[in-house]
Nanobody, 118 residues
Framework: QVQLVESGGGLVQPGGSLRLSCASSGRISDFYAMGWHRQAPGNQRELVAA???????EYTNSVKGRFTISRDNAKNTVYLQMDSLKPQDTAVYYCALRYFQVSGYQNWGQGTQVTVSS
């Protein structure tokens, strides 16, 4: 069973930056895609950014131009660079994988808290 471990969350002021990491116990090059999701209190979990094994990326509209997802296959790690952070980005951020194109996201990590506040 592949395990995913997120890290890098914390408290940051509006306009600041954070980089989240998602370390996989399995080879991420074997999976169709990796994705970062977030869930704020009272809200549903939403997909923030995803990257396929081929390098294609997608972002939810609210983070386009501010967040960048990337992957390092040698380290089996996926990153989420978050710039120009806003209070509405405050949430628990989760990493998950899709084994195949027809699969949903699975193997959720424990999450890392991101708080944007002055």
């Amino acid at each position: 069973q592949v395990q995913l471990v997120e890290s890098g969350g914390g408290l940051v002021q509006p306009g600041g930056s954070l980089r989240l990491s998602c370390a996989s116990s399995g080879r991420i090059s074997d999976f169709y895609a990796m994705g970062w999701h977030r869930q704020a209190p009272g809200n549903q979990r939403e997909l923030v950014a995803a990257i396929t094994s081929g390098g294609a990326t997608e972002y939810t509209n609210s983070v386009k131009g501010r967040f960048t997802i990337s992957r390092d296959n040698a380290k089996n790690t996926v990153y989420l660079q978050m710039d120009s952070l806003k209070p509405q980005d405050t949430a628990v951020y989760y990493c998950a994988l899709r084994y195949f194109q027809v699969s949903g996201y699975q193997n959720w990590g424990q999450g890392t808290q991101v708080t944007v506040s002055s």
